[in-house]
């Protein structure tokens, strides 16, 4: 009798065993972590995040499992990626449209225009790899006659967001996000959006301390 309790106790020792491994190997896979074409350089720090996914974020590697996305013209944008990623540690990838748009402002004014009235799909250059394995997304753009530029919806059409936060900063002459992150929620309703960083051009150029600030807010400072 003895010898049989012992046996079912062994049976399920090694079964409890056996679970907690598998979850082990999924996190280490996950802390793998994809690359990017421009991966940003990452602090040795713990990440203090609240962000509910915040669970599946590998301790090893802050800022691992965050992308920043986003498309920028004049670089503006551009400016507050860098500072995102470079506070974060998080990967960049850059929206850049397969048939660039005129070096001449008046003529991207009329070009913009043209591709919002006919609700274009500008095509994007390149993929995000693992794109799966990212659970924060900071997306970011110009405002554009009171809108996303297209190829925002372009990639919004692209991917998946369900179960991801999205992080949403915008650059505008004054406007801030108008209409924009009522199009994100639409085209990604099983997402959850943050409070979104407006920044105008000119504060977008030395963006620090609104950043830092912007992160701490939102529960997403490293
Ligand atoms: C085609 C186009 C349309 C724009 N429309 C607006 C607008 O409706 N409201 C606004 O505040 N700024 C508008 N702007 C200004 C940009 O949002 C602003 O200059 C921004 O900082 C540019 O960011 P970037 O350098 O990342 O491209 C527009 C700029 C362009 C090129």
Same mark, same amino acid.
């Given at each position: 009798?003895?010898?049989?309790?012992?046996?079912?106790?062994?049976?399920?020792?090694?079964?409890?065993l056996?679970?907690?491994?598998? &979850?082990?190997?999924?996190s280490?896979?996950?802390?793998?972590?994809?690359?990017?074409?421009?991966?940003?350089?990452?602090?040795?720090?713990?990440?203090? &995040?609240?962000?509910?996914?915040?669970?599946?974020?590998?301790?090893?590697?802050?800022?691992?499992?965050?992308?920043? #996305?986003?498309? /920028? $013209?004049?670089?503006? =944008?551009?400016? #507050?990626? +860098?500072?995102?990623?470079?506070?974060?540690?998080?990967? &960049?990838?850059?929206?850049?449209?397969?048939?660039?748009?005129?070096t001449?402002?008046? =003529?991207?004014?009329?070009?913009?225009?043209?591709?919002? $009235?006919?609700?274009? $799909?500008?095509? #994007?250059?390149?993929?995000?790899?693992?794109?799966?394995s990212?659970?924060?997304?900071?997306?970011?753009?110009?405002?554009?006659? +009171?809108?996303?530029?297209? #190829?925002?919806? /372009?990639?919004?059409?692209?991917?998946?967001?369900? +179960?991801?936060?999205?992080?949403?900063?915008?650059?505008?002459?004054? /406007?801030?996000f108008?209409?924009?992150?009522?199009?994100?929620?639409?085209?990604?309703?099983g997402? =959850?959006? =943050?409070d979104?960083?407006?920044?105008?051009?000119?504060? /977008?150029?030395?963006?620090?301390?609104?950043?830092?600030?912007?992160?701490?807010?939102?529960?997403?400072?490293?």
């Open positions: 009798m003895k010898k049989f309790f012992a046996m079912i106790l062994s049976c399920a020792l090694f079964v409890t056996a679970a907690c491994g598998s &979850t082990n190997s999924t280490s896979e996950e802390s793998t972590g994809p690359q990017t074409s421009e991966q940003s350089s990452q602090s040795s720090e713990d990440s203090s &995040t609240a962000y509910s996914a915040s669970e599946s974020k590998p301790e090893s590697e802050p800022g691992a499992n965050a992308l920043v #996305i986003y498309f /920028s $013209r004049s670089g503006n =944008t551009e400016t #507050i990626a +860098g500072e995102i990623a470079s506070q974060t540690g998080a990967d &960049t990838f850059k929206l850049e449209p397969a048939t660039a748009y005129s001449d402002y008046n =003529t991207v004014l009329d070009e913009a225009q043209a591709e919002q $009235r006919a609700d274009a $799909r500008p095509e #994007i250059v390149g993929s995000i790899e693992n794109f799966d990212y659970d924060v997304i900071y997306l970011g753009f110009p405002n554009w006659w +009171g809108d996303m530029p297209m #190829i925002l919806y /372009s990639f919004l059409d692209d991917y998946d967001l369900s +179960g991801k936060a999205i992080a949403p900063f915008v650059s505008s002459g004054g /406007s801030g108008s209409g924009a992150l009522s199009a994100i929620a639409s085209a990604e309703p997402a =959850t959006i =943050t979104g960083l407006s920044l105008s051009s000119s504060a /977008s150029q030395n963006p620090g301390s609104a950043v830092t600030d912007w992160l701490a807010d939102i529960g997403l400072a490293e």
